[in-house]
């Protein structure tokens, strides 16, 4: 029996779309291949969350983005987010699309790419074509295959080889009008041996009913160094759906760190494919759930890569009746000798009604690998509130610094100071303080 | 106004036993009473009723400090009133550092608006680190995680030097130190003797009392003190051990609910 979802779009439409936007015939083909995929695949089934009761058909509809010349001129939502010269590589996007971009001349000079990901498709064809939808293939479920026809705006990284970037390159992602489709795709490529740090923001602001598709990919060729922080802070009328997908080459490195402060439900999935030597991949998670959200996060390292390592770390902290699945897969290919995947996930819960759930999973198809796992679900250890409070500390503030230091060791390694305070601060907002 | 601190016929139960049957002590402040006595007497359950640890209440008696009524008090007020408990066993809490641990504690004693500045505290801190012979890195160090069984008994005497309480209890202070780091805890305590303050050491040992002279000792067994005396008494169970004061009271079984 052939599946019939209901699309948010018809091929017509997209075809028309597409071509309004000037893309490359190459892309419309792309994208109307992944709709018509779209149209026979399920939606992911996420474990133990049964999405297929969320409503996931709020998609809206294309509207043009409407660009602005100068920072000045960017909602404030935005403007708050921009600090001292972060605005020299910056692309943000608004809704459909990205109404603001900029990249400074020293990175130009060395032929970095930082644009929107259409911008990118039009102008830089053989380093988008070669890369695009191939690491998050569409056909893994509806919703890649939904994004992979309908995506808008996104961002795109290019560093060339050998090429350096010391200062983060940042986007910036607000959904406004629940209207408009807000699909971003981002898309970096990190040639060999060059080193960047991408960092990302997605917010929203208005009550109505709205749905994030969105998709990472990232290609790390060999020897290069891939840092991607992201933070999520979607408000509670938004369900997130975010599929990041990262592949290393020989000895090439990534680095994940993701704040899931979402208030409303979320399913994220973040993965390397370790496929090249001696590649590494290092995932931080940090996520404060609250209110009835529902949330599932997933980390995946897949080793195929000979004495490839991998390192995954979950903290999240529950409130309320918030509740969290959370999953980490560490699968060990046949051949991937002399491999390394370690995983924790733990989640503290700070009401009755709140739910955690940790589910660590290791499949090894190899004799001569290292693997662990690590995971807890608990409560605030009343033993320790009374210690702090025999120092004469109150219990909420007794409270809060344990379940700051629930969080702190994977905060404190976070190699942005910037992006630690504000992961700091929306904790802090998310625990209600 | 000299510290004054008084248990009044105190019983308290765990899980609905009974451990504690009726303690009666009375303290002022320049004093240091020493509490001996044999495994499972109750020495650990009557520091943490004063201290107000949940797992334990209180179904009798009084507790006053300089008049004010200890058991009314939450945790937190007890430890602001003055009293200090360091515990036998210390918690252990990932993610926060001893630096801002002591610092809260410190903060909380102090008016919003007055904390205490982060230079005056690393300060006082360093300063107390030095003389209890902590390197400076136990500071950092997430509170007491991973510390050894005498690394953590020096850093409650550090918080004991900094949070300056008006009555200390130390709960087997001495166990798990080494000598060395014995006589630095003991002068910590030494320079700590005043006036104002009292000290309530639990021990097994002579050895703490060679190095801090009490002025009373009292033995514990069953739930109740059933001897006190001067610091001779401390002399004689170590050199006897407990079965005389047993014969003398007729005590065949001393551990708490044994009674006849
Ligand atoms: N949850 C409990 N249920 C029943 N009995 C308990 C419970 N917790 C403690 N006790 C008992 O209370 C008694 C007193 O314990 P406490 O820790 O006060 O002894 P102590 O005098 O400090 O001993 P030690 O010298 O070994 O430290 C012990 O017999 C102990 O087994
Ligand atoms: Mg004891």
Redesign the interface.
């Known amino acids: 029996m052939t599946l019939q979802t209901i699309l948010p779009l018809n091929l017509e439409a997209l075809k028309s779309l597409s071509q309004q936007k000037n893309e490359p015939a190459w892309l419309t083909e792309n994208r109307l291949k992944a709709l018509e995929l779209a149209s026979k695949l399920e939606l992911p089934k996420p474990e133990k969350t049964k999405i297929d009761k969320w409503d996931l058909s709020d998609y809206g509809t294309y509207q043009a983005p409407v660009k602005v010349a100068t920072l000045d001129e960017l909602p404030p939502l935005i403007s708050a987010l921009v600090e001292g010269n972060e605005s020299d590589n910056l692309i943000v996007q608004k809704d459909s699309g990205a109404i603001f971009s900029s990249l400074s001349d020293e990175l130009k000079a060395q032929g970095v790419i930082f644009t929107d990901l259409e911008t990118a498709a039009r102008e830089h064809e053989e380093l988008v074509k070669p890369y695009l939808t191939t690491v998050v293939a569409p056909d893994e479920h509806q919703l890649t295959a939904l994004n992979a026809a309908m995506w808008n705006g996104g961002a795109f990284l290019y560093v060339p080889k050998n090429v350096e970037v010391n200062i983060p390159v940042q986007a910036i992602f607000l959904t406004e009008n629940a209207g408009a489709t807000f699909a971003p795709r981002i898309l970096v490529v990190a040639d060999t041996n060059s080193s960047v740090t991408y960092v990302d923001n997605y917010i929203s602001s208005g009550d109505d009913v709205r749905v994030h598709n969105g998709v990472v990919e990232i290609v790390a060729k060999a020897g290069a160094k891939v840092r991607y922080a992201t933070v999520h802070q979607f408000g509670g009328s938004t369900t997130d759906m975010s599929y990041r997908r990262a592949i290393t080459e020989n000895d090439a490195s990534i680095e994940w760190i993701i704040g899931e402060m979402n208030d409303g439900n979320t399913v994220t999935d973040t993965a390397t494919v370790l496929k090249g030597n001696g590649s590494t991949s290092d995932a931080k998670i940090i996520a404060v759930g609250s209110g009835s959200q529902r949330l599932n996060y997933t980390t995946k390292a897949v080793h195929f890569g000979k004495d490839t390592t991998s390192q995954m770390i979950t903290r999240a902290v529950m409130r309320e009746s918030a509740n969290a699945i959370i999953n980490g897969i560490t699968k060990i290919e046949h051949g991937a000798t002399r491999s390394n995947g370690e995983q924790t996930e733990k989640v503290l819960m700070l009401s009755p009604k709140a739910r955690g759930d940790a589910n660590p999973i290791l499949l090894i198809d190899e004799d001569d690998v290292m693997a662990g796992h690590a995971a807890s679900v608990g409560q605030v ?4 509130v ?10 909420p ?2 409270e809060r ?2 379940i ?6 994977v905060v404190s390694d976070i190699p942005l100071e910037r992006l630690q305070t504000r992961l700091q601060e929306l904790v802090e907002r998310k625990l209600g303080q | 106004m000299a510290t004054n601190f008084v248990i009044e016929g105190l019983k308290a139960t765990i899980d609905n036993k009974e451990i504690l049957k009726g303690i009666n002590l009375s303290m002022k402040g320049g004093e240091i009473h020493a509490i001996m006595g044999p495994n499972g007497t109750g020495k650990s359950t009557l520091a943490s009723a004063l ?4 797992k334990y209440e209180v179904t009798e008696g009084t507790v006053t400090l300089d008049g004010e009524d200890v058991l009314e008090m ?3 007020e ?3 009133a003055g009293l ?2 360091a ?1 036998q066993y ?2 252990e ?4 550092t001893n630096s ?2 002591l610092r ?2 410190i903060n ?2 102090r008016e919003e608006g007055k904390e205490i500045s982060l230079i005056k505290f690393i300060r006082q801190m360093e300063g107390s680190m030095k003389e209890l012979d902590m390197n400076a890195e136990f500071a950092h160090r ?1 509170l007491n995680e991973g510390f050894s069984g005498g690394e953590k008994k020096r850093n409650e005497i550090l ?1 004991m030097l900094l ?1 300056e309480p008006k009555l200390v209890i130390l709960d087997e202070i001495d166990s798990g130190l080494d000598i060395d780091a014995l006589k630095i805890v003991a002068n910590g305590v030494n320079k700590m003797r005043n006036e104002d303050r009292g000290f309530l050491i639990i021990t097994h040992y002579q050895r703490l009392l060679d190095y801090i002279t009490p002025d009373y000792v009292h033995v514990m067994m069953q739930g109740r003190i059933v001897k006190s005396g001067g610091p001779e008494l401390a002399a004689r169970l170590e050199a006897e051990g407990y079965d005389w004061v047993k014969e003398e009271l007729g005590i065949t079984d001393e551990t708490v609910g044994q009674e006849a």
């Open positions: 250890n009343p033993e320790q009374h210690y702090l409070m025999s120092r004469g500390i109150t219990r503030e007794a610094l344990i700051y230091g629930f969080l702190a060791p | 201290m107000g640890h949940p939450e945790v937190d007890r430890a602001r200090f408990l515990m210390p918690s809490i990932t993610g926060v801002d641990f809260s504690a909380a004693r997430y918080q949070l």
